[in-house]
Protein backbone atom coordinates (compact mmCIF):
# COMPACT_ATOMS: atom_id res chain seq x y z
CA UNK A 1 0.00 0.00 0.00
CA UNK A 2 1.50 3.22 -1.32
CA UNK A 3 0.90 6.28 0.71
CA UNK A 4 0.66 9.85 -1.59
CA UNK A 5 1.45 13.09 -0.95
CA UNK A 6 -0.27 15.62 -1.82
CA UNK A 7 1.66 18.72 -2.72
CA UNK A 8 0.43 22.06 -0.76
CA UNK A 9 -1.22 24.81 -3.26
CA UNK A 10 0.95 26.89 -5.15
CA UNK A 11 1.05 30.34 -3.29
CA UNK A 12 0.75 28.39 0.20
CA UNK A 13 4.48 27.62 1.22
CA UNK A 14 6.13 28.28 4.23
CA UNK A 15 8.28 31.78 3.95
CA UNK A 16 11.70 31.35 4.27
CA UNK A 17 13.38 32.48 7.41
CA UNK A 18 13.92 36.06 8.47
CA UNK A 19 17.58 37.16 8.65
CA UNK A 20 18.81 39.36 11.48
CA UNK A 21 18.87 43.43 10.70
CA UNK A 22 22.08 44.54 10.00
CA UNK A 23 24.48 45.91 12.83
CA UNK A 24 24.21 49.34 10.36
CA UNK A 25 20.51 49.99 10.75
CA UNK A 26 20.92 49.43 14.47
CA UNK A 27 23.30 51.78 14.88
CA UNK A 28 21.50 54.46 12.45
CA UNK A 29 18.17 53.84 14.34
CA UNK A 30 20.08 54.35 17.82
CA UNK A 31 21.96 57.83 16.07
CA UNK A 32 18.48 58.83 15.08
CA UNK A 33 17.37 57.98 18.50
CA UNK A 34 19.70 60.12 20.00
CA UNK A 35 19.22 63.19 17.99
CA UNK A 36 15.22 62.93 18.33
CA UNK A 37 16.09 62.88 21.78
CA UNK A 38 18.58 65.87 21.42
CA UNK A 39 15.72 68.03 19.46
CA UNK A 40 13.15 67.18 22.34
CA UNK A 41 15.18 67.90 25.24
CA UNK A 42 17.36 70.80 23.75
CA UNK A 43 17.11 72.45 27.00
CA UNK A 44 18.51 70.19 29.47
CA UNK A 45 21.40 69.06 27.71
CA UNK A 46 22.30 73.07 27.13
CA UNK A 47 22.60 73.12 30.83
CA UNK A 48 25.60 70.57 30.26
CA UNK A 49 27.62 73.16 27.90
CA UNK A 50 29.06 75.32 30.78
CA UNK A 51 29.83 72.72 32.94
CA UNK A 52 31.59 71.15 30.53
CA UNK A 53 33.41 74.22 29.16
CA UNK A 54 34.50 74.69 32.95
CA UNK A 55 35.86 71.04 32.84
CA UNK A 56 37.32 71.95 29.61
CA UNK A 57 39.58 75.58 30.54
CA UNK A 58 40.26 74.96 34.26
CA UNK A 59 40.57 71.14 34.01
CA UNK A 60 41.91 69.12 31.09
CA UNK A 61 43.98 72.29 29.25
CA UNK A 62 45.64 72.90 31.75
CA UNK A 63 47.74 69.25 31.69
CA UNK A 64 49.15 70.12 28.95
CA UNK A 65 51.48 72.46 31.36
CA UNK A 66 52.92 69.66 32.90
CA UNK A 67 55.16 69.12 30.16
CA UNK A 68 57.84 71.97 32.08
CA UNK A 69 58.03 69.16 34.62
CA UNK A 70 60.74 68.01 31.95
CA UNK A 71 61.56 70.92 30.46
CA UNK A 72 63.31 74.28 32.14
CA UNK A 73 60.81 76.84 32.25
CA UNK A 74 62.16 80.72 32.45
CA UNK A 75 59.39 83.40 33.16
CA UNK A 76 58.75 85.46 29.78
CA UNK A 77 59.72 82.49 27.56
CA UNK A 78 58.02 79.44 25.55
CA UNK A 79 54.88 78.48 27.71
CA UNK A 80 56.48 74.70 27.53
CA UNK A 81 59.73 75.32 28.28
CA UNK A 82 63.24 76.58 26.54
CA UNK A 83 64.99 73.27 26.94
CA UNK A 84 64.56 69.30 27.52
CA UNK A 85 66.05 68.32 30.88
CA UNK A 86 64.43 64.88 31.35
CA UNK A 87 64.23 64.32 35.04
CA UNK A 88 66.31 66.41 36.31
CA UNK A 89 63.27 68.15 38.43
CA UNK A 90 61.95 64.84 39.87
CA UNK A 91 65.61 63.88 40.92
CA UNK A 92 65.77 67.31 42.93
CA UNK A 93 62.90 66.81 45.04
CA UNK A 94 63.36 63.40 45.87
CA UNK A 95 66.42 64.18 47.27
CA UNK A 96 65.20 67.17 49.02
CA UNK A 97 64.85 66.52 52.61
CA UNK A 98 61.90 69.52 52.88
CA UNK A 99 60.38 67.58 50.51
CA UNK A 100 60.00 64.46 52.35
CA UNK A 101 59.23 66.60 55.67
CA UNK A 102 56.31 67.73 53.24
CA UNK A 103 55.38 64.55 52.26
CA UNK A 104 55.09 63.26 55.63
CA UNK A 105 53.09 66.17 56.45
CA UNK A 106 50.37 65.38 53.96
CA UNK A 107 50.37 62.30 54.89
CA UNK A 108 49.24 62.72 58.45
CA UNK A 109 46.83 65.84 57.60
CA UNK A 110 45.23 63.23 54.95
CA UNK A 111 44.86 60.23 57.11
CA UNK A 112 43.64 62.25 60.04
CA UNK A 113 40.91 64.26 57.69
CA UNK A 114 39.83 60.61 56.53
CA UNK A 115 39.38 58.88 59.57
CA UNK A 116 37.31 61.70 61.58
CA UNK A 117 35.59 63.83 58.60
CA UNK A 118 34.23 60.69 56.75
CA UNK A 119 32.70 58.54 59.67
CA UNK A 120 31.50 61.61 61.50
CA UNK A 121 28.65 62.44 58.60
CA UNK A 122 27.53 58.86 58.45
CA UNK A 123 27.23 58.86 62.54
CA UNK A 124 25.26 62.21 61.98
CA UNK A 125 22.86 61.01 59.68
CA UNK A 126 22.05 58.25 61.34
CA UNK A 127 21.35 59.91 64.56
CA UNK A 128 19.17 62.53 62.62
CA UNK A 129 17.23 59.69 61.21
CA UNK A 130 15.88 58.60 64.26
CA UNK A 131 14.65 62.11 65.77
CA UNK A 132 10.75 61.60 65.58
CA UNK A 133 10.48 65.36 66.34
CA UNK A 134 10.54 67.13 62.92
CA UNK A 135 10.92 70.72 64.53
CA UNK A 136 14.27 69.46 66.35
CA UNK A 137 15.77 67.42 63.40
CA UNK A 138 15.28 70.30 60.92
CA UNK A 139 16.76 72.53 63.46
CA UNK A 140 19.37 70.53 64.01
CA UNK A 141 19.79 70.22 59.74
CA UNK A 142 20.54 74.05 59.32
CA UNK A 143 22.81 74.23 62.30
CA UNK A 144 25.04 71.64 61.12
CA UNK A 145 24.77 72.81 57.43
CA UNK A 146 25.20 76.37 58.13
CA UNK A 147 29.57 76.52 58.19
CA UNK A 148 29.35 74.72 54.45
CA UNK A 149 27.78 78.16 52.85
CA UNK A 150 30.64 79.99 54.49
CA UNK A 151 33.44 80.87 52.46
CA UNK A 152 37.01 79.12 53.65
CA UNK A 153 38.14 82.79 54.27
CA UNK A 154 35.40 82.81 56.87
CA UNK A 155 35.90 79.60 58.26
CA UNK A 156 39.65 80.32 58.15
CA UNK A 157 38.74 83.92 60.07
CA UNK A 158 36.54 82.28 62.92
CA UNK A 159 38.75 79.78 63.73
CA UNK A 160 41.63 82.10 64.26
CA UNK A 161 39.83 84.58 66.74
CA UNK A 162 38.50 81.79 68.15
CA UNK A 163 41.90 80.21 69.63
CA UNK A 164 43.94 83.70 69.33
CA UNK A 165 45.72 84.44 72.91
CA UNK A 166 42.41 86.72 74.16
CA UNK A 167 40.04 84.45 72.42
CA UNK A 168 37.31 82.85 73.91
CA UNK A 169 38.96 79.45 73.86
CA UNK A 170 42.02 81.03 76.39
CA UNK A 171 39.20 82.64 78.42
CA UNK A 172 37.91 79.33 79.22
CA UNK A 173 40.84 77.92 79.89
CA UNK A 174 41.49 80.95 82.32
CA UNK A 175 38.38 80.54 84.03
CA UNK A 176 39.58 76.85 84.46
CA UNK A 177 43.18 78.13 86.16
CA UNK A 178 45.24 76.98 83.02
CA UNK A 179 47.60 79.26 80.99
CA UNK A 180 46.62 80.88 78.09
CA UNK A 181 47.95 78.92 75.22
CA UNK A 182 49.00 80.29 71.80
CA UNK A 183 46.96 77.20 69.41
CA UNK A 184 48.00 79.39 65.97
CA UNK A 185 52.06 79.39 66.97
CA UNK A 186 51.89 75.78 68.20
CA UNK A 187 53.24 73.46 65.99
CA UNK A 188 51.66 70.52 67.42
CA UNK A 189 48.29 72.04 67.70
CA UNK A 190 47.91 72.30 64.02
CA UNK A 191 46.51 69.07 62.80
CA UNK A 192 43.88 69.22 65.48
CA UNK A 193 43.07 72.88 64.71
CA UNK A 194 42.64 71.69 61.04
CA UNK A 195 41.09 68.30 61.19
CA UNK A 196 38.58 69.48 63.47
CA UNK A 197 37.68 73.07 61.31
CA UNK A 198 37.31 70.45 58.69
CA UNK A 199 34.63 68.78 60.74
CA UNK A 200 33.08 71.45 61.92
CA UNK A 201 32.60 72.93 58.22
CA UNK A 202 31.80 69.93 56.52
CA UNK A 203 30.03 67.14 58.78
CA UNK A 204 26.40 68.45 58.27
CA UNK A 205 26.48 68.73 54.34
CA UNK A 206 27.91 65.15 54.45
CA UNK A 207 24.73 64.09 55.99
CA UNK A 208 22.58 65.04 52.98
CA UNK A 209 23.68 62.49 50.68
CA UNK A 210 23.56 59.70 53.43
CA UNK A 211 19.86 61.07 54.53
CA UNK A 212 18.71 60.82 50.79
CA UNK A 213 20.02 57.13 51.46
CA UNK A 214 18.61 56.22 54.19
CA UNK A 215 14.93 57.16 52.25
CA UNK A 216 15.83 54.69 49.83
CA UNK A 217 15.71 51.73 52.07
CA UNK A 218 12.16 49.90 52.43
CA UNK A 219 10.40 50.14 55.50
CA UNK A 220 9.59 45.76 55.52
CA UNK A 221 13.14 45.45 55.73
CA UNK A 222 12.82 47.06 59.41
CA UNK A 223 9.39 44.97 59.86
CA UNK A 224 10.70 41.82 59.29
CA UNK A 225 13.59 42.94 61.63
CA UNK A 226 11.32 43.73 64.04
CA UNK A 227 9.26 40.68 63.57
CA UNK A 228 12.63 38.20 64.25
CA UNK A 229 13.18 40.31 67.59
CA UNK A 230 15.92 42.63 66.39
CA UNK A 231 16.66 45.83 68.16
CA UNK A 232 16.90 49.06 67.31
CA UNK A 233 20.82 48.93 67.18
CA UNK A 234 20.46 45.58 65.58
CA UNK A 235 18.06 46.65 62.98
CA UNK A 236 21.00 50.17 62.43
CA UNK A 237 24.05 47.34 61.64
CA UNK A 238 21.76 44.77 59.82
CA UNK A 239 19.18 46.86 57.79
CA UNK A 240 20.54 50.53 57.33
CA UNK A 241 24.13 50.20 57.11
CA UNK A 242 23.47 47.75 54.61
CA UNK A 243 21.26 49.93 52.82
CA UNK A 244 23.28 53.03 52.43
CA UNK A 245 26.52 50.58 51.51
CA UNK A 246 27.03 51.62 48.26
CA UNK A 247 26.85 55.41 49.29
CA UNK A 248 29.36 55.34 51.67
CA UNK A 249 31.73 52.86 49.56
CA UNK A 250 31.09 55.67 46.26
CA UNK A 251 32.03 58.26 48.83
CA UNK A 252 35.19 56.95 50.63
CA UNK A 253 36.52 55.75 47.42
CA UNK A 254 36.30 59.84 46.40
CA UNK A 255 37.61 60.83 49.27
CA UNK A 256 41.07 58.35 49.13
CA UNK A 257 41.56 59.94 45.99
CA UNK A 258 41.64 63.68 47.26
CA UNK A 259 43.63 62.03 49.98
CA UNK A 260 46.67 63.29 48.79
CA UNK A 261 45.23 66.82 48.22
CA UNK A 262 44.68 68.39 51.95
CA UNK A 263 42.76 71.47 51.55
CA UNK A 264 45.19 74.24 50.39
CA UNK A 265 43.73 77.49 50.70
CA UNK A 266 42.66 76.35 54.59
CA UNK A 267 46.20 75.50 54.95
CA UNK A 268 47.49 78.53 53.92
CA UNK A 269 45.69 80.89 55.47
CA UNK A 270 45.71 79.11 58.78
CA UNK A 271 49.15 78.36 59.23
CA UNK A 272 52.32 80.22 59.51
CA UNK A 273 56.29 79.98 59.36
CA UNK A 274 56.25 78.90 63.15
CA UNK A 275 54.06 75.96 62.38
CA UNK A 276 55.37 74.94 58.98
CA UNK A 277 57.39 71.93 60.82
CA UNK A 278 53.80 70.29 61.22
CA UNK A 279 51.00 72.53 58.86
CA UNK A 280 53.58 72.67 55.75
CA UNK A 281 51.78 70.37 52.97
CA UNK A 282 52.19 69.55 49.20
CA UNK A 283 50.44 71.79 47.57
CA UNK A 284 51.27 74.60 49.80
CA UNK A 285 55.16 73.77 49.32
CA UNK A 286 54.47 73.80 45.34
CA UNK A 287 52.59 77.33 45.90
CA UNK A 288 55.65 78.86 47.61
CA UNK A 289 58.00 76.90 45.07
CA UNK A 290 56.31 78.04 42.26
CA UNK A 291 54.44 81.58 42.49
CA UNK A 292 56.79 82.50 45.28
CA UNK A 293 60.12 81.52 44.31
CA UNK A 294 59.90 81.09 40.52
CA UNK A 295 60.60 77.65 40.35
CA UNK A 296 57.72 76.95 37.86
CA UNK A 297 59.41 73.49 36.08
CA UNK A 298 60.01 72.51 39.85
CA UNK A 299 56.79 72.54 41.23
CA UNK A 300 54.76 71.18 38.30
CA UNK A 301 57.11 67.89 38.71
CA UNK A 302 55.91 68.30 42.30
CA UNK A 303 52.60 68.50 41.24
CA UNK A 304 52.76 65.99 38.41
CA UNK A 305 53.99 63.47 40.83
CA UNK A 306 51.16 64.06 43.86
CA UNK A 307 48.60 63.59 41.15
CA UNK A 308 50.21 60.19 40.03
CA UNK A 309 49.58 59.04 43.37
CA UNK A 310 46.42 60.42 43.61
CA UNK A 311 45.33 58.62 40.54
CA UNK A 312 47.06 55.32 42.07
CA UNK A 313 44.96 55.71 45.38
CA UNK A 314 41.43 55.98 43.46
CA UNK A 315 42.41 52.99 41.12
CA UNK A 316 43.64 51.08 43.80
CA UNK A 317 40.52 51.72 46.16
CA UNK A 318 38.17 51.56 43.38
CA UNK A 319 39.56 47.89 42.38
CA UNK A 320 39.73 46.89 46.15
CA UNK A 321 35.86 47.62 46.36
CA UNK A 322 34.78 46.09 43.94
CA UNK A 323 36.56 42.75 44.39
CA UNK A 324 35.25 43.06 48.44
CA UNK A 325 31.79 44.64 48.49
CA UNK A 326 31.02 44.49 44.68
CA UNK A 327 30.49 48.37 44.66
CA UNK A 328 32.64 50.57 42.40
CA UNK A 329 32.95 53.57 40.77
CA UNK A 330 33.44 52.38 37.42
Not at 186 to 209: H, K, M, N
Request: hydrophobic residues 45%.
Amino acid sequence: MSTSTTSAPPGTEDPPPARAAPRRGTRVSARTGWRRALRRDWQLYSLAILPLLFFLVFRYLPMIGNVIAFRRFEPGGSIFGEEWVGLRYVRMFLSDPTFWQVFRNTLWMGGLTLVFCFPIPIVLALLLNEVRRRSLKRFVQSVSYLPHFLSIVIVAGITMQMLASDGPVNHVLGWLGHEPIRFIQEPEWFRTIYVGSEIWQTAGWGTILYLAALTTIDEDLYEAARIDGANRWQQIWHVTLPGIRPTMVTLLILNIGTFMAVGFEKVLLLYNPLTYPTADVISTYVYRAGVESNSFSYAAAIGLFEAIIGLVLITSANQLSRRTVGTSLW
